[in-house]
């Protein structure tokens, strides 16, 4: 099995900066691409950012030019750089994974959530 765990939630002002991280752990398990994605009381569940295994990226056009996602493959870890937060940036934001553990089909596994909400 593989864990993601995100962390680096916060309050934070409109304006303001946040960095939010997911690391994954197991046993004996490879990583493709990895996202983000982000969830707002009422709303479904929507993509904010991807990157691939080699780095190329993509993001949700109200994200462009605010958020950065970024990672780190030795330490299997996935960043969001997320500037210039506005308060509908509110939401719970989940760490995303395709994912190949042993011998087994490839499959996407979910972080827990970790909360940003942007509010004076």
């Known amino acids: 099995q593989v864990q993601l765990v995100e962390s680096g939630g916060d309050l934070v002002q409109p304006g303001g900066s946040l960095r939010l991280s997911c690391a994954a752990s197991?046993?004996?398990?490879?990583?493709?691409?990895m996202a983000w994605y982000r969830q707002a009381p009422g709303n479904q569940r929507e993509l904010v950012a991807t990157?691939?295994?080699?780095?190329?990226?993509n993001y949700a056009d109200s994200v462009k030019g605010r958020f950065t996602i970024s990672r780190d493959s030795a330490k299997n870890t996935v960043y969001l750089q997320m500037n210039n937060l506005k308060p509908e940036d509110t939401a719970v934001y989940y760490c995303n994974a395709n994912v190949r553990v042993g011998a087994r089909p490839r499959d996407y596994y979910w972080g827990q959530g970790t909360q940003v909400t942007v509010s004076s």
């Open positions: 197991g046993r004996y398990f490879f990583i493709y691409d």
């Open positions: 990157i691939t295994r080699g780095s190329s990226t």
